[in-house]
C-alpha cells in the first residue's frame, strides 16, 4: 500500500497540530511553542492587527529589498526631470530635484526602520531596568527614579526630543539619543506598577526565603513578568516614535540631506505641496499608514499578552 504525498502531509500537519495542542508538554521548547502558538491563534481573530502586520512585514520587505524595486538611485539628481508628474517612468514623480520619489520612499522606509530598531533596543531596557528597580526596592531609590522620570514626563515628547536635537546638534544618530531620552519614562511607569504587584506575591517571598539576593529575584523573576506588558507599551510607543522622527527631520534635526528620510522628504515638498502636490504625499501617507500599523499591532497584542487590558 503506498501513501501519496498529500496524505503525507496531512499527516504531519495533523501531527504538528496535535504536539503544538498536547495538555502536558515534555519540555521547555514544546511549552513556548504550545505558548506562541496560542497566542498567534488569539492574534487572528483582530483583523486589523492582522492587517496592521501585513504592513510592518511589508515595510521590512520593502527596505530590505529597495534595490530589487527600482532602478533610480534616491540621492542622484536629474535637474532636467525635476517636478515630473507620476508617470510610467515614475510611478509617483519626481522632486525639486529631479529625484524619483517612489525610490525616496522605500529606501526611507530602511531610516525609518533603523530609528526604530535602536530606539527600541536602548528605551526598552531602559525603561524596564529603571521602573523595575524603583518598585522593588522602594523608598529613597523610588523617589529619586520617579522624580527624575516625572521631570521627563512633565514636558510633552517632541518639544523635549526637540530640545535634545537642538542641544546634541542634527543628525540621525543625535536624533536617536533624542528620542531615546523622551520615550523610557511611559516604559519606567509601566515596569514600576508591574513591579509594585509583583514583589509582595508569595512566590517572590518563597525566592528571597531561599536566600535569592535583590538582583536575582529582580532579573530573573520579576523582569520575564514586566516584559509582555512592556512589549504591548513599546508597540504602540512606534507611532510615536516615527511622527517624532519625522518631526525632527522635518525641522532638520533628524537625517541629512541628500539621504532620504520621510520628515525631511515632507519639508523639502512643502513649497511645491500646491503645484506638485505628489512631493510631499508620497512621504505623508508613508507616515501615517506605518504609524496606524503599529498602533493596530499594539491594540491586538495588548488583548494577546497583556488581557487585563482590554478588560
Known sequence: MTISTEDADSANA??????????????????????????WLKFSLHPLGLAGLVIIVLLIVVATAAPLLTSYDPIVQD?????????????????NFG???????????RTTLYIIMLVTII?????????????????????????????????????????????????????IIAISL????????????ETLSLRKADYIAAVRLQGATSIAIITRHILPMCIP?????VTLNMAGIIITAAGLG?????????????????ASGREFMLDSPWVIA?????IALVSLAFNLVGDALRDVLDPRGSE
Open 14 to 39: 495533523g501531527g504538528l497540530r496535535r504536539w503544538l495542542q498536547a495538555p502536558e508538554p515534555r519540555d521547555w521548547f514544546q511549552s513556548s511553542m504550545q505558548q506562541i502558538h496560542q497566542g
Open 79 to 95: 535637474m532636467a526631470g525635476r517636478l515630473a508628474p507620476p508617470s510610467a517612468a515614475h510611478i509617483l514623480g519626481t522632486d
Open 99 to 109: 529625484r524619483d520619489v517612489f525610490a525616496r520612499v522605500i529606501y526611507g522606509a
Open 123 to 175: 528605551v526598552a531596557p531602559l525603561g524596564l531596568l529603571i521602573g523595575s528597580f524603583s518598585g522593588y526596592f522602594g523608598g529613597i531609590v523610588d523617589e529619586i527614579l520617579m522624580r527624575i522620570t516625572d521631570i521627563f514626563l512633565s514636558f510633552p515628547g517632541l518639544v523635549l526630543a526637540l530640545g535634545f536635537a537642538a542641544a546634541l546638534g542634527p543628525g540621525i544618530t543625535n536624533a
Open 182 to 193: 523622551t520615550a523610557w519614562p511611559p516604559i519606567a511607569r509601566l515596569a514600576r506598577a
Open 229 to 233: 506588558s512592556v512589549i504591548v507599551r
Open 250 to 266: 522635518f525641522l532638520g534635526l533628524g537625517a541629512q540631506p541628500p539621504w532620504p528620510e520621510w520628515g525631511s522628504m515632507a
Open 282 to 286: 508620497a512621504p505623508g501617507i508613508a
